[in-house]
């Protein structure tokens, strides 16, 4: 089956400062979604990023599938981005429509 | 966006209880959902997919008598844990999308299960 990998696993910041995670998957895909879990375990939507590049606030990611990579950037990092950032992808031909979850990245962000 | 709505969100349960967890579409109908569990500090992983009017399809090496799913509706799934034990206790958390293929899957507040 696809394969799902990020980086770094561990980031630890300073508050204001920028950080790229990155996400590698061995196969094209129909579907790309960041996550971010916070304290509590929710998953929060942060992009539906199969291709191209989206924006929002603060954060924006950029995936270039023909090279099956996906970049999150997050800039003027706060306390609050703090948590696990997971990168999930739905591959094409035998899904059955789950996602295929990365090991994740844990972000600290200090103040 | 979508929402999708778990309950309960925390359940202490004794060893040898079932107990069951609760998944809804609220604004969509979802004919298939899908169902995750997460131990600490590790990612999710598939158990099984939903399949409404169907039995479900589970992932190699869950036990289907142990965790029993049904999708008696277009917005409604349910897992019950059976005869639970503390190996069971973990973070259960379900999914849906408003179909298959490209389109954005959403979560569930999550199930945080403790067996005692």
């Known amino acids: 089956g696809i394969q799902v990998e990020q980086s770094p696993p561990d980031l630890i910041l300073q508050e204001g400062a920028n950080s790229t995670l990155r996400c590698n998957f061995s196969d094209s895909v129909n579907n790309l979604q960041w996550f971010h879990q916070n304290p509590w375990g929710q998953l929060i939507n942060?992009?539906?990023i199969p291709s191209g590049t989206k924006q929002n606030g603060r954060l924006s990611a950029t995936t270039v599938a023909t090279e099956r990579y996906s970049l999150l950037y997050i800039s003027s990092s706060q306390t609050t981005d703090s948590g696990v950032y997971f990168c999930a992808v739905d591959g094409y031909g035998g899904s059955q429509g789950n996602l295929i979850f990365g090991k994740g990245t844990k972000l600290s962000v200090k103040p | 966006g979508a929402v999708v709505s778990q309950h309960p969100?925390?359940?202490i349960c004794k060893s040898g209880t079932s107990v069951k967890?609760?998944?809804?579409?609220l604004d969509f109908q979802a004919t298939t959902m899908f169902w995750y569990r997460q131990f600490p500090k590790q990612s999710l992983m598939l158990m099984a997919t939903s399949n409404e009017g169907s039995k479900a399809t589970y992932e190699q090496g869950v036990e289907k008598d142990k965790f029993l799913i049904n999708h008696a509706s277009l917005t409604l799934s349910t897992l019950?844990?059976?005869s639970a034990h503390p190996e069971d206790s973990s973070f259960?958390?379900?999914s849906a999308r408003r179909q298959l293929g490209r389109t954005e899957a959403f979560f569930g507040q999550g199930t945080r299960l403790t067996v005692v």
């Open chain 1, 46 to 48: 942060l992009f539906y």
């Open chain 2, 9 to 11: 969100s925390r359940v």
């Open chain 2, 21 to 25: 967890i609760e998944c809804r579409s």
């Open chain 2, 80 to 82: 019950t844990v059976t």
């Open chain 2, 92 to 94: 259960y958390i379900c």
